[in-house]
């Protein structure tokens, strides 16, 4: 991977890792596509730390409250200054962290599945259509009136593994959590809200740990370029995120369908033509 390379695929990163399109599945065709080579699950893990860092910027006040009032209702907190776990910030930080397990459990135990099969464009080309379809009739169906001050224990455990199906190329972190939240009549605002605050941990974990395999041998990357797609991601992440709420408070999610059922066709035809493998080996 090159300079130029490294721009372009920040430049994908940042535009696809918030909307509902699947940012991994656009990494992955890209790259073989500009490159004829994989740019690998490290590559995409640590270039989401650029995009999730956006987020951290953007909720800032939202995440300081979440976590001030998560730990001043811990039992070692004195009485008078304990604030009660019944608080709806205390509530989000604990079901922040219960929708965070799955995909923790599942992203350790289907690593190696993650690292090869699942990086299959035909697999890619399966989920976005499949998942896109999905996105649209779950946004289409029932009233959707919820807000995240009504999340119960139940929808944060179903949203948690929503977002676990998004380590499988082509669904998208943001595409399944939107969807599950849409299905339990959630607001587009709301699922799309929550979907960036329950993507911290697992993304921020995700990528240290791949930095980590990194610095000890256990996987390999293009360290430069790779640092400069995640700054470019950061920066137009940011941007994207403040344009994708704007939007969704007016728009229905069926562009994004549409578009996801596009990408897909592509892929398909990129592949049935040979112009690129369905399986390319990962640059590092």
């Given at each position: ?18 909307l509902p399109v699947s940012s991994s599945a ?84 289907l690593e190696d599945w993650i690292d090869t ?48 199906m998004a380590l499988i190329p082509g669904v ?113």
């Open positions: 991977m090159d300079w130029l390379d490294a721009v372009i695929m920040g430049l994908v990163q940042g535009l696809t890792e918030f656009h990494l992955r065709f890209v790259g073989s596509l500009i490159g004829s080579e994989d740019p690998g699950a490290a590559f995409t893990a640590i270039t989401q730390l650029g995009t999730e860092t956006a987020v951290l910027i953007y909720f800032w006040k939202d995440i300081v409250r979440i976590l001030k009032s998560w730990w001043l209702a811990m039992p070692w907190i004195p009485a008078t200054s304990r604030i009660p776990q019944s608080n709806p910030d205390t509530r989000m930080g604990w079901m922040i962290i219960v929708g965070s397990i799955p995909i923790g459990i599942l992203g350790l135990t099969s699942f990086r299959n464009l035909w697999i890619t080309v399966f989920t976005l259509a499949i998942f896109g379809v999905l996105l649209g009739w779950a946004d289409s169906v029932g009233a959707k009136k919820k807000e995240l001050t009504q999340l119960s224990w139940r929808d944060a455990i179903i949203y948690g593994f929503a977002q676990a998208s972190r943001s595409g399944g959590t939107i969807t599950a939240g849409r299905l339990m009549g959630y607001t587009r605002k709301s699922a799309a809200r929550y979907s960036f605050l329950l993507a911290l941990p697992a993304v921020f974990i995700s990528g240290l740990y791949k930095v980590y395999k990194v610095a000890t041998g256990g996987d390999t990357i293009y360290v430069g370029p790779t640092v400069l797609a995640t700054i470019v991601a950061f920066g137009v992440g940011y941007l994207v995120i403040v344009w994708f709420l704007r939007l969704i408070s007016t728009h229905s999610f069926m562009p994004f369908v549409w578009y996801r059922l596009g990408f897909a066709a592509l892929i398909a035809i990129c592949l049935f033509f040979g112009i690129v493998p369905a399986m390319g080996g990962v640059s590092g």
